[in-house]
């Protein structure tokens, strides 16, 4: 069993920056390929990185790419989410998830664990 813990949201201006942080408990952290998802107001959540098991590999949706950075310190049993040049469009809660899997994958069902949540607000 693993545990989820988020932490960084906050209320920022178009613009600034965040960085999330998801602590993982539990079982070999290098064991899973962790990811963050989003979930606006009214719509389904959606994905917005991976990262392989050894840190190596990334993947990001489109809207995001060369703004948001995942990371993972192994050390720590952490994965970040260093998000630039907020919109308001990138406004929701964001969630960590975790798969026992070599293979990225960016659909929430084939995730195994996740996070409570970690609310995201941009002002415009």
């Known amino acids: 069993q693993v545990q989820l813990v988020e932490s960084g949201g906050g209320l920022v201006q178009a613009g600034d920056s965040l960085r999330l942080s998801c602590a993982a408990s539990?079982?070999?952290?290098?064991?899973?390929?962790m990811a963050w998802f989003r979930q606006a107001p009214g719509k389904e959540r959606e994905f917005v990185a991976v990262?392989?098991?050894?840190?190596?590999?990334?993947y990001y949706k489109d809207s995001v790419k060369g703004r948001f950075t995942i990371s993972r310190d192994s050390a720590k049993n952490t994965v970040f989410l260093q998000m630039n040049s907020l919109k308001p469009e990138d406004t929701a809660v964001y969630y960590c998830?975790?798969?026992?899997?070599?293979?990225?994958?960016?659909?929430?069902?084939?995730?195994?664990?996740w996070g409570q949540g970690t609310q995201v607000t941009v002002s415009s």
């Open positions: 998830a975790a798969r026992r899997s070599i293979v990225l994958v960016a659909t929430q069902r084939d995730y195994d664990y």
């Open positions: 539990g079982p070999t952290f290098t064991n899973y390929l």
């Open positions: 990262i392989s098991r050894s840190g190596g590999s990334t």
